[in-house]
C-alpha cells in the first residue's frame, strides 16, 4: 500500500483520502472476536422448575338484589323485611370479605326518604359496592 505519488508536481501536496482498508480490517478482527466470545458468556444453570397454574384465585362477591316499593316496604332478595332487619343484614354483609354487590332497585314512584335510609344504612355498615338498576326507556 503504497502512499507515494509519481507526479513530482503534487508528491509535497497533502493526502485528502481516508484509508478504510486498515479500519475494515480491525472491524473485521472484532466481529470474529464477539463471534468467538458471545457463546462462552451464557452462564445458565440447567434447571426443571416445577410448573404451577398462574390463574388468579379471586373469589367472586354475591350479589344482594334489595328493593323498595312505593309503598315503602323493602325486600332483600325477595323476601320483605323491616328497617332493623335491614340494617342487621347491611351490618353482617358488611363484616364479609370481599363485600357483597347491593343492587339497589327502587321503584319511581318510592319516596326519596327509603331510598336516603337504605344508602345511609349500608354505608354505616361499611358496603361500599352499592349500585342502582334501573331499566331502559322505550323509544
Known amino acids: 500500500m503504497a502512499f507515494a505519488s509519481f507526479d513530482s508536481k503534487r508528491g509535497s501536496a497533502p493526502m485528502n483520502e481516508i484509508n478504510m482498508v486498515p479500519l475494515i480490517d480491525v472491524m473485521l478482527v472484532l466481529l470474529v472476536i464477539f463471534i468467538v466470545t458471545a457463546p462462552l458468556l451464557t452462564n445458565a444453570v440447567k434447571?426443571?422448575?416445577?410448573?404451577?397454574?398462574?390463574?388468579?384465585?379471586?373469589?367472586k362477591a354475591e350479589k344482594i338484589e334489595f328493593a323498595i316499593t312505593p309503598s315503602g316496604q323493602w325486600y332483600?332478595?325477595?323476601?320483605?323485611?323491616?328497617?332493623?332487619?335491614?340494617?342487621?343484614?347491611?351490618?353482617?354483609?358488611?363484616r364479609k370479605d370481599p363485600q357483597p354487590e347491593i343492587h339497589l332497585r327502587a321503584d319511581q314512584d318510592a319516596p326519596y326518604r327509603f331510598v336516603a335510609q337504605?344508602?345511609?344504612d349500608a354505608s354505616n355498615a361499611g358496603l361500599t359496592k352499592v349500585g342502582f338498576v334501573s331499566e331502559p326507556e322505550a323509544n
Open 47 to 59: 434447571l426443571e422448575l416445577p410448573k404451577v397454574s398462574t390463574a388468579p384465585n379471586v373469589a
Open 118 to 120: 337504605a344508602l345511609g
Open 76 to 94: 332483600w332478595n325477595g323476601e320483605p323485611l323491616s328497617r332493623a332487619e335491614a340494617r342487621q343484614r347491611f351490618a353482617e354483609e358488611g
